[in-house]
């Protein structure tokens, strides 16, 4: 039977510390209000102020990981206290909280999205539609014609009397010969697969599906003045796409098969059906956009460092952290699947840098190169010394 304490914090008092690994429950604020403090806080970042109905501690608490902020009591507070295995169970018994939570973490993607988009390439781009011709011209001149093809598909469907139309036919027509794009139309199909270095979806495209990985690895990118950051890379088990079902608004990034992918679709009815009939993946849902926020929140922190190296090794801690591997132990090695440019694309490092950058990073003693795949031969280093670099930035 599922039993829920409720807890008090006095004014000034700490609920959760950022950094700390005690992350196993999180709370529901019942009265008063609290203040969000992040040592990294981006400049001219608003204050976040939380009170109730509002969540602390809940994306560190399911994903798993350690506090991603300070949380303060501005007041006398009081709060539901919710432990990470008496989630499956509050699902059952009270849908519209995980509902809740599930599209707070929505809302929070969307906006960190754009905070890293900023950060990394100094700049935003609006969700409109005449954005997918920008996309398609990024990877046709890149010379990624599979991917570009789809994009030029979808800005032409989107905008027929659109700025570039002339061009995008032109453009369609010469790649549609050769290309191996498919689905560029949804379809009824519950598991679709999708050949290596072709587009599932595209950034300001309208869809109803969301995605579950069934075989292969998924690249989740944003286009913006003609460069590219990788925002996450996915792989079997993971989610993605789930914002367009949750918000209905236009995707907020780019999803494409890093290597050949075997997908199931989630369209709005059977997500309906989930919600109601199987709360544990509703509880894996949760959990998987709750460790891709904290992903993001680190990302933030990675946008934020000045030297090139430094954002290589500190991209390569977050690699390492995300798979949870046991630090304590000496000599954790971890092989990558992720080559060098793969890890200088995910920083937004500009392509007339990345020669230079991966350069030293070939130098570097916390790396190896195996195959072409990066390996970390001493993971705790690693992780060690990617802390300096974050706190010699603060």
């Known amino acids: 039977m599922l039993q829920l304490s409720f807890v008090n914090f006095r004014k000034g008092s700490y609920l959760v510390v950022e950094g700390k690994s005690e992350s196993d429950r999180f709370f529901i604020i019942q009265s008063g209000n609290v203040r969000a403090v992040k040592a990294t806080d981006t400049p001219g970042g608003s204050v976040k102020i939380l009170g109730p109905g509002d969540f602390v501690g809940v994306i560190p608490c399911m994903s798993g990981h350690s506090q991603i902020e300070t949380i303060i009591a501005l007041t006398d507070v009081t709060g539901i206290s919710v432990r990470r295995d008496q989630y499956p169970e509050l699902i059952m018994r009270n849908t519209p909280i995980a509902m809740k939570i599930i599209r707070s973490f929505a809302n929070s993607m969307r906006s960190m999205n754009e905070t890293l988009t900023k950060l ?3 700049n935003v781009v609006a969700d409109t539609p005449e954005h997918m011709f920008d ?22 469907k989107a905008c027929p009397r659109g700025t570039y139309v002339e061009k995008a036919k032109e453009r369609f027509i010469v790649l549609k010969a050769r290309t191996h794009a498919v689905f560029f139309e949804s379809t009824p199909d519950l598991l679709r697969v999708y050949p290596k270095n072709t587009m599932i979806f595209s950034e300001s495209q309208s869809g109803p599906d969301m995605f579950i990985i069934q075989d292969g690895q998924v690249k989740i990118s944003k286009v913006v003045n003609n460069n590219e950051v990788t925002l996450a890379m996915l792989k079997k088990g993971d989610m993605f796409g789930e914002m367009a079902l949750l918000e209905n608004k236009p995707r907020s990034a780019s999803a494409i098969a890093h290597d050949q992918c075997k997908l199931m679709v989630v369209n709005r009815q059977n997500f309906d059906l989930m919600v109601a009939t199987q709360p544990q993946l509703i509880a894996r849902l949760t959990t998987m956009l709750a460790d891709r926020l904290w992903s993001m929140y680190r990302q933030i922190d990675n946008a934020n460092l000045k030297d090139p190296l430094h954002k290589l090794i500190d991209m390569l801690a977050l690699q390492v952290e995300k798979t949870k591997l046991n630090l304590t132990q000496a000599n954790v090695q971890y092989q990558s699947d992720l080559t060098a440019y793969d890890v200088a694309n995910m920083c ?19 790396v190896r190169f195996v195959n072409g795949k990066i390996l970390v031969p001493d993971c705790t280093e690693l992780v060690k010394q990617a802390a300096f670099y974050r706190k010699q930035n603060v």
């Open 348 to 366: 937004g490092i500009p392509k007339e840098q990345q020669a230079e950058s991966l350069l030293r990073l070939q130098s570097d003693s916390h």
């Open 135 to 156: 996309v398609a011209e990024f990877y046709d001149k890149s010379g990624f014609s599979d991917i570009a093809i789809y994009a030029y598909y979808q800005y032409l």
């Open 120 to 122: 990394t390439l100094n």
